[in-house]
């Protein structure tokens, strides 16, 4: 099965309530509370969408937590990143595989295909789709076949 992690989910949860309001702090806590996610976690999915350039933070008092860029200009595939690292449907196509059968595997270059096409339609969700601050994208924009010939590999 192919699934995100509950820490990609969770920060995607909170990245959306974070959207909604995009201009204002959000503090740990008040992040906590509101999605139901415990503290702890949420403190650590903070650190890490920190440290991948997706959020800025403020000390002190009045300080917290905001978006670094206007949620139309963060997909879904920046936030998984942010947890993850880069976007890899097998072994073979992360940056460190361990993959004994990589040289020779005849299956490789098609899940390159396979990977871009899942990295694609993760881009063309946006932060602001995901909040609901703006329309779904019109039919005409949703990319409904991929064409390899076009793409450039991962």
Known sequence: MLKLSKLADYATVLMAMMAQASERLYSGQ?????????????????????QGGLLQSSRGAHGGYRLARDPE????ADIIAAL?????VTECLGHHSDCTLESDCSARANWRLINLA?????????????????????PQEVPLTFHPRSASPI
Not at 33 to 49: D, H, M, Q, Y
Not at 84 to 88: D, F, N, S, Y
Not at 131 to 136: L, V
Request: hydrophobic share 45%.
């Open 73 to 76: 200009r963060i997909s879904v």
């Open 84 to 88: 993850e690292g880069p976007i890899a």
């Open 118 to 138: 899942i990295h694609h339609a993760l881009e063309a969700v946006t932060l602001a789709q995901m909040a609901g601050n703006t329309s779904r994208m019109a």
């Open 30 to 50: 008040e992040l906590s509370e509101r999605s139901g996610i415990p503290a702890p976690t949420v403190a650590k999915l903070l650190k890490k969408l920190l």
